[in-house]
Every structure is written in C-alpha cells, then in structure tokens.
C-alpha cells in the first residue's frame, strides 16, 4: 500500500501545544512501519489554516492521487475542519478507489461503521472550529470597543496598513508623500472628478501603487471609503480613534460619503459609512 502522508499547523497553532509538524511526521512514518506501508509522498503545509482549501501542499498531493493508494493523517482536523470541504475530498477520493486513514482516531473508510463515524467526528470539529472563531470574533469586538488610542501612540486591530501608513512596532505611524495623494484623491472626488478619471491620472502622472501597481476605480474607492484618513480605524461597526496624521478632516470624509452614496441609485446598495457625529476623541 502506498501512502500520502499530509502534515499541517496553523499560524494559530503554531504558538498553541499540540503536536508540531516534526511530531506529526513522525508518527505517521512510525505508523506505516507498522502496517508495512510505503510511504510515496510527504505533504507539509505549514501555517495554513485547515478551514479552507487554498494550501500548497494540499492541493499538490490531490493532484499526485495516481502516485498514492491511501491519504494518511494523524486526525481528521489536520485535513479539513470544514465538513463540505472534507466530503467534497472523500467524493474525488472515492471516485479513483483511494481509503483514508485518521491514525490516532484509528478510523478509516473501508466500511459503513468507519464512514459513519467519520461524519460525526468531522461535524464536531467544524463545531469546534465555529466556537473558536465566535469567541476570537467576540475576542476582538471587545478590544475594539475598548481600545484607548493616546497623541503618544495609536495601536491597530493588527490589519495590514493601508496606503498612506506603516506598522512600526505595532503602531500606526503616516506616510507623508502617500498621504499627500490620498488628500488629492478625496480633494478631486469632492471637486467632481469620477473615480475612473482620478485613477486615469495618478496613472497618467506615473504615481503608482504601494506595490507598483496602476490605480484602478476599485482602488481609488476603497480609498475614498476608508475612514482611517479621516482619523478613524474601522473594525466591523466599531470606529476606534488614532492619531496618525490623517489626510482629511471628518468633516470632509463624510461629504464623499454623502456624495458617493448620492450617485447609487438603488437603496439596497446604499451604505452607511459616515463617521457619527460627536464620536468622542
């Protein structure tokens, strides 16, 4: 029998006990000694999450599936913790004759008790995976609401940086050249200049992207939309106060809202993204 043995931590993961890739490896190895197995292949995803498909490693040994007669991992949550997914994957293993194997869940596909028991373990780490994400979510709604930003230094939800600012040691610091083309962005939106034409001429005078790339109508708007220019970073409904130098007043961050909304003709595509009024500073 030829096995694929697929091993794979989250980034989450990574700093949680468990067992380590090296662990997993090992165990796996050990367990195709023991059933006199040869081992054809050994997939490695490190730091990726188990909630999707979009792994590297995965995805190459679904595509090797001619190469190995049994997919071995040390449990099931180490191939999926998505119940769609994991069935969409027993579909196509199923269709080319392929058994898998959970080795300390001593389970596998071979018959119906197997497949049933399958089903209802994988159903309770989605369930598992669901909590984790409501209590992170929940996690980080209250650090939001909470977080106190001071003019000494202003913390960020831990996002990417938008055009116009840097992390630096976790605190949001401004760009100035960067800014200075987001305040003419929100200056020539409010002038009456379209969006499309606003990109047509960063492009056309050379300013380009963060990364090199030419402005399009998707970019400018999530310029026009983002509220951190106005001195505001958005985290779900919660609008958290920092101190970076801003590009716009709020004042004027809600005139483009006003106006861009103004241009939807259909209500249910209307959003509300203005910053309130009396927000506290």
Not at 159 to 165: A, K
Request: aromatic residues 10%; hydrophobic residues 35%; charged residues 30%.
């Amino acid at each position: 029998m030829r096995a694929a043995l697929y091993v794979r931590v989250s980034t989450e993961e990574q700093s949680m006990e468990g067992y380590s890739l090296d662990a997993q490896r090992s165990y796996l190895q050990d367990y195709c000694i023991a059933e006199n197995w040869e081992v054809a292949g050994v997939y490695v995803d490190d730091g990726f999450s188990g909630r999707n498909t979009n792994r590297p490693a995965y995805e190459r040994m679904m595509k090797d599936l001619d190469k190995w007669d049994v997919l071995l991992v040390m449990k099931m949550d180490r191939i999926h913790r998505n119940s769609r997914n994991f069935m969409n994957m027993m579909d196509d293993l199923n269709k080319k004759k392929k058994m898998f194997v959970a080795a300390m869940e001593l389970l596998d596909t071979t018959n119906a008790l197997g497949r049933f028991v399958f089903d209802m373990v994988q159903r309770i780490a989605q369930l598992e995976s669901e909590l984790i994400s409501e209590r992170t979510y929940s996690g980080m709604k209250e650090k939001a609401e909470t977080m106190n930003n001071s003019d000494k230094e202003s913390r960020t939800m831990g996002f990417s940086p938008p055009y116009g600012y840097v992390l630096s040691s976790g605190v949001l610091l401004s760009v100035p050249e960067e800014l200075a083309v987001v305040r003419g962005i929100f200056k020539e939106y409010l002038d009456g200049s379209t969006m499309d034409s606003i990109a047509y001429g960063l492009n056309r005078a050379g300013q380009l992207t963060r990364k090199g790339n030419p402005w399009n109508i998707f970019s400018i708007r999530n310029i026009l939309h983002n509220p951190i220019y106005a001195g505001y970073m958005r985290w779900d409904d919660v609008l958290v106060k920092h101190f970076a130098q801003t590009a716009v007043s709020t004042e004027e961050y809600n005139r483009v809202q006003e106006t861009i909304n103004a241009k939807i003709r259909d209500p249910k595509k209307k959003m509300e993204r203005k910053i309130p009024e009396g927000l506290e500073q």
